[in-house]
């Protein structure tokens, strides 16, 4: 049940159209891992805390640094050096104390993602390296779990629900597994379209989780910062993806 403080705080989203109480109760139990905690997750982890979000795992293995300011509005120039995830997690017990949060100071590697995900409603990847983001997405087929996918490097931004199959390996493919492909400390970005990815993800989180509307997943929404523009393209599903295809292996039961 939701206290009189929280039907205070959320006033203004129970009242909405397609949420109400019942979904403001579903986004209280919810448990949400946030893998990244740079300029997507410094947009995400703000929204789906002050939504009301029930839980929040954190898993960021770096260091916060003057570099990462102008995108990652959560630190300020002291917390340099600082681990990001601890530092994201005392930002949201600021924030809202009806949170609770943790934060992982590991890496996601095929080795530990699917005991780091497990249990989880929902995983929000906001990191900056196809290695990473197709090991999160392979781990996340393999036990069933939700993905949203977003991503931003210099004017482009890029975000996904994903709920098996088509797979974010089906919309990339295999050639981005290298650790040494292009991320946005090569590229550069731009600040403001690392946030407006990371709330329209949270957006979409927020609809999947409260089940407000019609949230269509296997979708990815392109935005385009320069053109001032949005478009969703529908993924379709490949036959032969070794994640999700009719040849790979089939998930846990």
């Not at 954190?58 to 990462?68: M, R």
């Not at 990191?127 to 993905?147: E, I, K, M, Q, Y």
């Not at 098996?164 to 400390?185: I, L, Q, S």
């Not at 990371?198 to 910062?225: C, E, M, P, W």
Request: net charge negative; aromatic share 4%.
């Amino acid at each position: 049940m939701l206290s009189d403080e929280e039907l205070t705080r959320y006033a203004r989203q129970i009242v909405l159209p397609h949420l109400g109480g019942p979904g403001q109760q579903r986004l209280k139990t919810a448990k949400v891992a946030v893998v990244g905690a740079g300029g997507i997750g410094a947009a995400v982890i703000p929204a789906l805390a002050g939504a009301g979000v029930g839980r929040l795992n954190i898993i960021d293995p770096d260091t916060a640094d003057l570099s990462n300011l102008h995108r990652q509005p959560i630190y300020r120039s002291r917390d340099a050096g600082e681990p990001k995830a601890a530092l994201a997690a005392q930002f949201v017990r600021r924030l809202n104390p009806f949170v609770e949060v943790a934060g992982v100071e590991q890496a996601i590697t095929g080795d530990n993602a699917a005991a780091i995900l497990s249990g989880h409603d929902l995983v929000i990847d906001g990191t900056d390296n196809f290695a990473t983001r197709l090991t999160v997405s392979d781990a996340c087929v393999a036990s069933g779990l939700p993905l949203l996918s977003a991503a931003a490097a210099q004017w482009q931004g890029q975000v996904g629900l994903f709920t098996g199959r088509p797979c974010y390996r089906c919309f990339v493919g295999d050639a981005f597994d290298a650790d040494d492909c292009d991320n946005c400390a090569e590229l550069g970005v731009t600040g403001a379209l690392t946030g407006l990815a990371g709330n329209l993800a949270t957006l979409l989180a927020l609809r999947f989780l409260a089940q407000a509307g019609d949230v269509k997943t296997g979708t990815v929404h392109l935005i385009d910062g320069l053109g001032l523009t949005q478009r969703p393209i529908r993924i379709v599903a490949d036959p032969g993806c070794r994640a999700c295809g009719a040849t790979s292996s089939p998930p846990p039961s």
